[in-house]
């Protein structure tokens, strides 16, 4: 089983940065594949990003890439989020899927609690 706990989110002007942490506890971390979703008021929550058990392999929705940068250590995984803007604004999720390679949200079988991350304009 997987513990997941997310840090870093805020409030930020567009254009700006942050970068969101995830830490995972539990010793199968490594055998996961980690992604992140976000959930703005009144939609679905949906994929932002994902990686590999080996972080050699990555994926990204559309809206985000050459924006957005996920990776992973040991025992968290990050998402950089550069030149920010006001549709970013959601809260963030990081989750954990024994699939190899998946952005369905039911193929994750572990959450964190969410992180808030709100760009103004």
């Known amino acids: 089983q997987v513990q997941l706990v997310e840090s870093g989110g805020g409030l930020v002007q567009a254009g700006g940065s942050l970068r969101l942490s995830c830490a995972a506890s539990?010793?199968?971390?490594?055998?996961?594949?980690m992604g992140w979703f976000r959930q703005a008021p009144g939609k679905e929550r949906e994929f932002v990003a994902g990686?590999?058990?080996?972080?050699?392999s990555t994926d990204y929705t559309d809206s985000v890439k050459g924006r957005f940068t996920i990776s992973r250590d040991n025992a968290k995984v990050y998402l950089q989020m550069n030149s920010l803007k006001p549709e970013d604004t959601a809260v963030y999720y990081c989750a954990a899927s024994g699939s190899i390679s998946t952005r369905r949200r039911n193929d994750y079988d572990y959450w964190g609690q969410g992180t808030q991350v709100t760009v103004s304009s």
């Open positions: 539990g010793r199968t971390f490594f055998l996961y594949r």
């Open positions: 990686i590999d058990r080996s972080a050699g």
